[in-house]
């Protein structure tokens, strides 16, 4: 089993940056594909990224691609998402994932098996 804390999450104007940090409990987070999700009041919860248990590969959602980038770092059991070019619309918690099951980068989030508290990212237009 592992826990996972997001932080990271904040006030930011349109254009700006943010990098979200999860950080997880256990000795074999490498074993873990992750993935971060988000949703917005009254929308269902959407998949922005994921990566592999290596972190060699990488997916993002739609609305996430060529502006988010999903990393992670084993050593530290930690994961990141560095958010650019941050839009209204982005404003969400946003929550991260860890999973056994599924693909090497899994975009379902009915895979997921742990999941954080969640951060709530704002973007002020």
């Known amino acids: 089993q592992v826990q996972l804390v997001e932080s990271g999450g904040g006030l930011v104007q349109a254009g700006g940056s943010l990098r979200l940090s999860c950080a997880a409990s256990?000795?074999?987070?490498?074993?873990?594909?992750l993935g971060w999700f988000r949703q917005a009041p009254g929308k269902e919860r959407e998949f922005v990224a994921a990566?592999?248990?290596?972190?060699?590969?990488?997916s993002y959602g739609d609305s996430a691609k060529g502006r988010f980038t999903i990393s992670r770092d084993n050593a530290k059991n930690t994961v990141y998402l560095q958010m650019n070019s941050l839009k209204s619309e982005d404003t969400a918690a946003y929550y991260c994932?860890?999973?056994?099951?599924?693909?090497?980068?899994?975009?379902?989030?009915?895979?997921?098996?742990?999941w954080g508290q969640g951060t709530q990212v704002t973007v002020s237009s």
């Open positions: 994932a860890a999973t056994l099951r599924g693909s090497s980068v899994e975009r379902n989030r009915a895979m997921y098996d742990y």
């Open positions: 256990g000795r074999t987070f490498s074993y873990y594909v």
């Open positions: 990566i592999n248990r290596s972190g060699s590969m990488t």
